[in-house]
């Protein structure tokens, strides 16, 4: 809105009568660059959108999200955020981030046809890997415990799994008909994948892609990454949310509106 002039006080010494004409005149201008930061603004909005819907296509692709999660991810391992500095969220994860233990997809390039082999992964570290997910988050955060409980009963378990499998599936889960069972076979595209690990310079520790499998496991079919699960990685920037997601499941995730634009592919 503009604002209406207070009136000119002669004993004021830096003050200036003004004729009207010239008032108006000014006022028009004021106008005009109104009406000009506005349509600026309009383009700036449209070019965004066309930007992000561009970026979410490109996310379809499984190595682009994971370079886009990797680099994510390698960012907040080097420098270590401490609680003064820009995180994207916090909870059960975020521990997990900070202190550097799993994070063993922090290398490039990655690629879901070279991690999907099931006569590769998992391997007797992602099994070990898997426990503590359960321990530590399954059996913590109430939404993952509901959905993925039964994938941590016995000494081999798939919470992991379990829980890209929910997401993946994210109508279903929040419409609470999601049934946790184990994905028979993952796609075992080619290449086929010789057993590798990845050496982290900062943590000096060797890791195995266990998250990357699960991962390959069930969100990506016929080549694209699912638009639920695409959704959940760029809004944490990383692949390491699953208790995020399962903490903000029906606060965030499940809203009609969210859901509407997963759903749909308007998600960005």
């Known amino acids: 809105r503009l604002q209406i002039m207070e009136p000119i006080h002669e004993d004021a010494p830096w003050t200036r009568r003004v004729a009207p004409g010239v008032i108006l005149t000014t006022l028009g201008i004021f106008c005009i660059s109104l009406g000009w930061s506005s349509t600026s603004s309009n383009i700036s909005a449209d070019r965004e959108k066309e930007l992000n819907g561009a970026l979410w296509e490109r996310l379809s692709e499984p190595s682009f999200l994971l370079e886009y999660a990797v680099k994510h991810d390698k960012l907040r391992s080097m420098a270590k955020l401490d609680s003064n500095s820009s995180i994207p969220f916090e909870g059960p994860g975020m521990e997990w981030l900070n202190n550097d233990t799993l994070l063993d997809d922090l290398f490039y390039p990655l690629n879901c046809d070279e991690f999907d082999d099931d006569t590769v992964y998992p391997t007797v570290n992602c099994t070990v890997g898997d426990k503590l997910m359960c321990t530590e988050h399954v059996e913590v955060v109430e939404a993952f415990n509901e959905s993925c409980h039964s994938a941590c009963v016995g000494d081999v378990t798939w919470g992991v799994p379990c829980g890209w499998e929910a997401m993946s599936e994210l109508t279903t889960t929040c419409n609470g008909n999601f049934s946790a069972v184990f994905p ?56 390491y949310a699953l208790s995020e997601f399962f903490t903000n499941l029906d606060s965030y995730w499940c809203d009609s509106s969210i859901l509407a634009e997963v759903e749909n592919g308007t998600y960005t």
């Not at 994948?193 to 982290?200: E, G, L, R, V």
């Not at 000096?204 to 638009?227: M, Q």
């Open 184 to 239: 028979s076979e993952s796609k075992n595209n080619a290449p086929k994948s010789q057993y590798q690990k990845a050496y982290i310079e900062a943590t000096e520790t060797w890791y195995d892609p266990c998250n990357v499998h699960a991962f390959c496991y069930s969100c990506v079919e016929s080549g694209r990454v699912k638009d639920s699960c695409k959704a959940v990685v760029t809004k944490y920037k990383t692949l």
